[in-house]
C-alpha cells in the first residue's frame, strides 16, 4: 500500500535525525505518539505534537516511560499506528512493556535515541551501549526487530521500514538511533506519498465467533483485531491459549513462548539487512553500525590506501542479526574489526558467529564522541598483522 | 438455597449476567468470601441497564487479584502490567475515542505502584470509569502491606502492625481532579450498581472505590473472620454521608465506613479541551481524531 499523503512532507529538507525520524512515523501512518521528554531524543515529539494536528493524530505527553509505553501498547490495539520515542534511562523504564507488547503480539514502534550511560550518563551525548539491551532487555525470552540509522535519511526511511515490520510481524519493532545522527542535520529527501511502501494493519476477516486471537492457522503470525469492532477477545501478559486465556502450564509455555521466538528467527533472512563493500576477497572486515559506520567507513579507505585488504559491513538491522552472513565470512576472513562506542556489544555476536574461525577485534569507545578513524585503522592494521 | 427432596428438580437457569462473563473461563480464581465477584457482577449489571453498546465497551486491569478481572468480561478485555492499567487504557481512549473505557483493579496496582498515573489521569480529567477494589492488602502475593492498609493493621511485611499513612482515596481522587468520585463497600450491592450506572452516563475521569472483604489474608492476618462476617462489619459500620468533605473519608482499622458520593460535577475531559484547544487555535486547519480512530484505511 502507498503512504497516505496527509502525513507526508513531499520535498527535499534540511532536517536534522530527530525530526526525520518525525516525519518518517508521521508518513508511515503513525497516528498516536505517548512520549515523556528525554535528551537527545525530545526533537522527534516536538516535531510531531506540532504537525499532528493538521492530520488527526493524538499527541500526549505522559507522566513518565512507563506510562508512555503503557500507552502506546494501548492505542496499538485499536488499530492505530503508534510510536514513542525515548533515551537510556526512559528506555529502561520502557522494558516491561515493550515485553507486554510482545507477549500481546502488539505492532509498535519505540525509538532509542542513545547517549551516554549507565544511568545518567552523558544526556547530551552520543552512546551506542543500549544495543544489548534492545535484544535482552525485558525479562523473559522473545525476539524483536531493531534498525540502526546511519544518517537523517535513513532515520525517516527506517522510522518507515520499523512501522512496516513491526506490522508484518506483530512485535515492538525499535529504531536504534543515536545522539549524533539524531542531532546531525543533512539533507532528507521524502519522496512523494505514492512512492512510499507502507504496510496498513490488517484485521481479520473472520467473523467474531470464529475468531480466536491467537490461533494461527498454520501461518507464524495471528490476525489482529482492533478493540471496538465487536470482537470481545481477551488479552493477557500471562502465557495463554490460542483463545488469548491464561493456561500456566509448561506446554502452553512451550507454544505460546516458542512462536514469538521463532516467528522472527525463521524469516531472519528475510528482515535482516545489511550493505557491505568489498568483503569477497578481504583478510579483513570492518563491522560498524549508526554513526559508528560513518567513521569506520572512512577508516576503512584509510587502511586501503596503505595497501591492506580490508572489506566493510555495515549492520542496518540490529536484530535479527546477520548470523549466517558472518559464518560465511568468517570461512573467508581472517579477522573482524568491531568499532562501536560501548565497551563490546555486538562484537560479542560477531565473535560468536565467527566461531573461532576469524579473529574478532574490538575498537571501543566509552561515548560522549565518535572513534577517531586513525584509532580504527590501528587496529585494522593489528589484525592484518 | 436448599431444595426440599420433594419438589419438582428446578431446570438449570443461566447466571443472569453470562452474556457479558466469559463463562467458559469459570470457576474464577478468587476465594470464597472474596469480594470482588460481587464487584463484576455489579459492573455487569451496570452495563447491561445503561443501553451503551457494549461492542464499543473495553476493559482494563492491571495485575493482583483484581487484576483478573477483565480476564472474565466479555468486552474487549485487556490483563496489562503491575500499574500500568490507567496508561493502557489512556491509550486505548485516545487511540479509538468512541470507545467506552473502564479500568477495573486492585488498590496496589492503581495507586501503589501506579500511583502516578492514577493521579495524572485523574488531572487530565482522561474519559475513564475507574472502579477500584479496596481489599486493604497485596491479595495475590500472599498478603503484605499495600498503601491502604490501615493504621495497626497486620500484613505479612507489618507484622506488628502497620505504621505507615494509609492514603485516603477518594480524597486523592478529588483533590487530583475526579468529577466524579464515590465509595461503597461490596455489602451495597444496589447502590453500587447504580453508582456505576450513573458513572456511565458521566464524562471524564470517574472514580469509584469499593471496600472488599480478604478473607483469607486481610480478615485471617487480623483475626476478622469470614468474608460474611466483614459483610456483617460493614452492615453496621458503614455510613452514607452523600457529599462528605473527602478530607473526613480516612478509614482507620476496623473503624467506620463513610460510603457515598462525594463528588459529581462536570468538567471538559481532555479530548474536549484538546479538541477545543486545536479548533480555537488552528480553526480549520485542524483535523481531530476520528471516532473510530487513527487506523488508516486507503
Known sequence: ?385 | MNQPIDSEPQEAREHPSAQLLRMERLPHVWCPGCGIGTVVKCYATALENSGIDLDKAAVVSGIGCSGRVAGYMRLDAFHTTHGRAIPFATGLKLGRPELFVSVISGDGDLVGIGGNHFIHAARRNMDLLVILINNFIYGMTGGQNAPTTPLEAKSSTMPFGNFEEPFNLPHLAASSGAPYVARWTCLHIRRLTWAIEEAIERRGFRFIEVIAPCPTLYSRLNKLGTGLSEMRFYHDNAEIKHGCDTRELDIGFHTEIVCGKFVDEERPTFLDLKDEHYRKRLGDRYIPMPPEGGMIHA
Not at chain 1, 1 to 21: E, K, N, Q, S
Not at chain 1, 124 to 151: F, K, N
Not at chain 1, 300 to 318: N, P, W
Open chain 1, 1 to 385: 500500500m502507498r503512504a497516505d499523503p496527509t502525513g507526508v512532507l513531499t520535498g527535499a529538507h534540511f532536517l536534522d535525525g530527530d525530526y526525520a525520524c518525525g516525519e518518517g512515523a508521521m508518513a508511515a501512518g503513525c497516528r498516536f505518539v505517548a512520549g515523556y521528554p528525554i535528551t537527545p531524543s525530545t526533537e522527534v515529539i516536538e516535531r510531531i505534537a506540532r504537525r499532528f494536528p493538521d492530520m488527526g493524530g493524538t499527541f500526549i505527553q505522559m507522566e513518565d516511560e512507563l506510562a508512555s509505553m503503557a500507552a502506546v501498547v494501548g492505542a496499538a490495539w485499536t488499530g492505530t499506528k503508534s510510536l514513542t520515542v525515548t533515551s537510556g534511562p526512559g528506555f529502561s523504564l520502557m522494558m516491561e512493556n515493550i515485553g507486554l507488547a510482545a507477549m500481546m503480539e502488539t505492532p509498535c514502534v519505540v525509538v532509542n535515541v542513545q547517549r551516554g550511560g549507565p544511568s545518567t550518563g552523558l544526556p547530551t551525548m552520543v552512546g551506542q551501549a543500549d544495543v544489548m539491551q534492545a535484544r535482552w532487555g525485558s525479562h523473559g525470552d522473545y525476539e524483536l526487530i531493531a534498525v540502526c540509522p546511519q544518517s537523517p535519511q535513513e532515520a525517516f526511511d527506517l522510522t518507515v521500514e520499523a512501522f512496516n515490520l513491526s506490522e508484518i510481524y506483530r512485535v515492538p519493532a525499535l529504531v536504534m538511533m543515536d545522539e549524533c545522527v539524531g542531532h546531525m542535520t543533512e539533507k532528507v529527501v521524502i519522496p512523494e506519498a505514492e512512492d512510499i511502501e507502507v504496510i496498513p494493519r490488517e484485521l481479520t476477516a473472520q467473523p467474531p465467533e470464529d475468531y480466536q486471537p491467537y490461533a494461527t492457522n498454520g501461518r507464524p503470525i495471528p490476525e489482529f483485531v482492533r478493540a471496538g469492532d465487536g470482537y470481545r477477545f481477551h488479552t493477557t501478559g500471562l502465557t495463554h491459549d490460542e483463545r488469548g486465556y491464561p493456561v500456566m502450564s509448561s506446554e502452553c509455555q512451550e507454544t505460546c513462548v516458542r512462536r514469538l521466538v521463532e516467528k522472527i528467527r525463521e524469516h531472519t533472512d528475510e528482515i535482516v539487512r545489511f550493505e557491505e563493500d568489498g568483503v569477497e576477497q578481504a583478510d579483513i572486515v570492518v563491522v560498524a553500525y549508526g554513526i559508528t559506520a560513518r567513521v569506520a567507513r572512512m577508516a576503512t579507505e584509510m587502511a586501503r590506501q596503505r595497501g591492506i585488504s580490508v572489506g566493510f559491513l555495515r549492520l542496518v538491522t540490529l536484530w535479527p542479526f546477520p548470523e549466517k552472513r558472518i559464518r560465511d565470512l568468517a570461512e573467508t576472513v581472517k579477522g573482524f574489526v568491531v568499532p562501536e562506542i560501548n565497551y563490546g556489544q555486538m562484537v560479542l555476536e560477531v565473535e560468536r558467529c565467527a566461531a573461532g574461525k576469524a579473529a574478532s577485534w574490538l575498537v571501543p569507545h566509552g561515548g560522549g564522541g565518535v572513534h577517531e578513524p586513525e584509532t580504527i585503522v590501528e587496529t585494522i592494521m593489528e589484525a592484518a598483522r
